[in-house]
């Protein structure tokens, strides 16, 4: 099923929905992975806002009517082996009801499209681990998103 919906870049008034999906999305990886969670969405809000207030951090929302169904948050940095000038998607979630609606792909598409104008050699993400999140993988691969080899790791420093 495929349906028309409203796209707009967020402003620093939309941080604490976007904190919702991002927290959303957190415990769903969670839950699939046995991980521990700690739901801060007050805190993510704040961290939202800031990030967005600094120009570090941007997001495209996707509604439906006056509801924020999907979101696609993303920031730019640079790296060599991309070319340069580059955009990263951190976080990308569409509230389940609205899965298959075609509405992530539109999504993907105006981050793509925001990047273009923005002159980004490329576009990257990481998924969620696998097997659990094969059909994300599945997703990202259908609308043009190719593995380039490895998962992300990470180290806390604070």
């Known amino acids: 099923m495929s349906r028309q919906y409203d796209f707009r870049l967020a402003t620093l008034d939309d941080a604490a929905v976007i904190a919702e999906l991002v927290c959303a999305l957190t415990q769903e990886i969670t839950a699939a992975t046995g991980a521990e969670l700690v739901e801060q969405v007050k805190q993510t809000s704040e961290l939202c806002e800031k990030l967005m207030a600094q120009g570090e951090y941007a997001a495209f929302l996707a509604l439906a009517g006056q509801e924020v169904v999907a979101i696609a948050t993303f920031t730019e940095t640079y790296a060599l082996y991309a070319g340069g000038k580059m955009g990263v998607i951190q976080e990308c979630y569409v509230r389940p009801e609205y899965r298959g609606t075609k509405i992530g792909a539109q999504l993907l598409t105006k981050v793509k499209l925001y990047?273009?104008?923005?002159?980004?050699?490329?576009?990257?993400?990481?998924?969620?681990?696998?097997?659990?999140?094969?059909?994300?993988?599945e997703f990202y691969q259908q609308n043009g998103l190719v593995p380039v080899g490895g998962r992300k790791m990470r180290e806390m420093l604070e």
């Open 115 to 137: 990047g273009k104008q923005q002159a980004w050699a490329c576009i990257e993400l990481c998924t969620p681990p696998l097997p659990a999140f094969s059909r994300t993988v």
